[in-house]
């Protein structure tokens, strides 16, 4: 096992983070092309199919932001390096989603604007990606330095209610009894309330309170 | 009673299947839909242009084989067809389980070219083929004191996917007014395009109200019943607030989680331009008369 995650770990570390751009940009561009000429799942009615899959891709890189921590403390292995390029690369693909949604789905400003303020599960969406624009303009070293670390990490818990607000927004628009929604949401709500449990395992003297 | 309705398009001017298969490359090929109209007889006014097979039987909620579009087109190959039976029970006067070849027999089978909005606001253009409602309700026997006509969709949990992880509450069961049942609109479809109806749209043999919404156009029914009372329909009891009894095609009662003003006619591409939706999805001057005694917004 040990050897298994230094393996994994140094392996790791030959891999530069902006990988992830560049495969979610191709990824991305692809799929782009395939609902334009029509391919596969796009044949009939690429435009729902590009928006779902750009929003299902987005919350796959949130739920994976939130795996960082957990994942080194239970694995050992080491992601965090990824964490901010897993961050921003979600950040893209949510403006990509709501840009199919604006501009190929609904087709004009004004009638964005009336979903948003009166369809709550578009509210909710709208929220999430609002709350990923502070985090995704503070993702540079610069900004780090600028607010300071503890103010930098304060205001990146904001993933937290992004991620929960992306999970209620697609639970709300499935029609029915469906899976997939409640299983990002159990998972997120999991990998959230993880971060706030007392941790029992962590001895602790007599008197210290709790601490994250 | 066959024969109440005409379409707004007559069978002449139907283009060939095959026109239809190869329309999306004539498309993309900028040659457009004029080329293929100067080639064929003067089209009417108002003309439906139906939508291609491959559209018709690749893009459908059938929530029994799945809830992504493509999963009925995928599973529903599973569903058995052969022998079916039908049960027709309630307030009729010949009630009892009807072979599907006894309880068309003698029926006049016709081409309808409807318009088909569903309630998540895309439509398509469907040239159907069926029976009137109207005269299986008669061949039936239907006794004065009906009011309502419930439909039961067939059940076989290991045939179905989407039964086996609970969906919905099933079987889906539908309904409809006697009146609105006998309705020339009100077919029961056994094909599309002149060939047996495809198992992802609901064979062997479905119910199709043009101007409702399309989740009221129940699939492959197993059972008629005739009653005096409002029959339970599977949307609305999943979700009261969202779907009622009537769910006519209403472009000023919105969906509570999207608009209902303007649909997306499916096979248009990726710039495919919204339209805005007609009220009783273009069928007022045929069905309005039905609902004058009922403010159509209360009652969605």
Request: aromatic letters at 12%; proline letters at 6%; charged letters at 20%.
């Amino acid at each position: 096992m040990l050897r298994m995650k230094d393996r994994i770990n140094s392996a790791l570390r030959r891999v530069p983070a902006w990988t992830l751009y560049i495969v979610f940009a191709i990824w991305a561009a692809w799929e782009f092309w395939k609902a334009l000429t029509g391919v596969g799942p796009y044949a009939v009615e690429p435009i729902n199919v590009l928006e779902r899959e750009y929003g299902e891709m987005a919350l796959k890189l949130l739920v994976a932001g939130l795996l960082v921590t957990p994942v080194r403390q239970w694995f050992g292995v080491n992601l965090v390096k990824f964490r901010r390029a897993i961050g921003v690369t979600a950040f893209f693909l949510v403006l990509a989603h709501f840009l199919v949604f604006a501009i190929l789905d609904v087709q004009s400003l004004e009638r964005v604007w009336t979903e948003i303020v009166k369809r709550p599960y578009v509210t909710v969406g709208m929220l999430s990606f609002v709350g990923l624009i502070p985090l995704a303009l503070t993702s540079n070293n610069w900004s780090v330095r600028k607010i300071g670390a503890a103010t930098w990490r304060k205001l990146h818990k904001l993933t937290y209610p992004v991620a929960v607000f992306a999970a209620i927004h697609y639970l709300w628009l499935a029609k029915g009894f469906q899976i997939e929604p409640l299983v990002y949401t159990a998972i997120i709500v999991g990998l959230i309330g993880w971060r706030y449990w007392p941790k029992r395992a962590v001895p602790t003297p007599a008197k210290a309170p709790l601490s994250n | 009673m066959a024969y109440r309705w005409t379409n707004d398009l007559t069978h002449a001017d139907v283009t060939p299947k095959a026109a239809f298969l190869n329309r999306r490359q004539l498309i993309a090929g900028t040659v457009g839909l004029g080329a293929i109209a100067a080639g064929l007889p003067a089209v009417a006014q108002d003309a439906l242009e139906p939508n291609s097979l491959e559209d018709i039987t690749s893009y459908n909620n059938y929530y029994e084989f799945g809830t992504g579009k493509s999963d009925p087109a995928q599973n529903a190959h599973k569903l058995e067809i052969t022998p079916w039976s039908v049960k027709v029970d309630g307030l009729v006067d010949n009630p009892g389980d009807y072979s599907l070849e006894d309880l068309l027999a003698g029926l006049t089978v016709e081409e309808r070219i409807y318009r088909f909005r569903c309630v998540e606001a895309w439509s398509m253009v469907v040239p159907w083929n069926g029976v009137e409602l109207a005269d299986i309700l008669n061949k039936v026997g239907v006794q004065s004191a009906a009011k309502y006509v419930a439909f039961e969709t067939v059940v076989q949990p290991e045939n179905m996917i989407g039964v086996q992880r609970r969906v919905l509450n099933f079987p889906y069961v539908e309904g409809l007014r006697l009146d609105e049942a006998m309705h020339p609109l009100t077919i029961m479809a056994t094909g599309i395009y002149g060939e047996p109806i495809s198992k992802q749209n609901g064979a062997p043999m479905r119910l199709v109200v043009p101007w409702k919404y399309g989740f009221k156009s129940i699939k492959s029914i197993v059972r008629i019943t005739l009653t005096d009372e409002e029959p339970p329909i599977s949307w609305n009891v999943a979700n009261p607030r969202e779907y009622g009894f009537y769910s006519n095609v209403n472009p000023e009662v919105d969906h509570p989680r999207w608009s209902q003003a303007t649909e997306r006619k499916i096979g248009g591409g990726l710039f495919a331009k919204r339209e805005p939706t007609l009220m009783l999805n273009g069928y007022a001057d045929e069905v309005a008369g039905l609902y004058t005694e009922m403010p159509l917004n209360d009652y969605f």
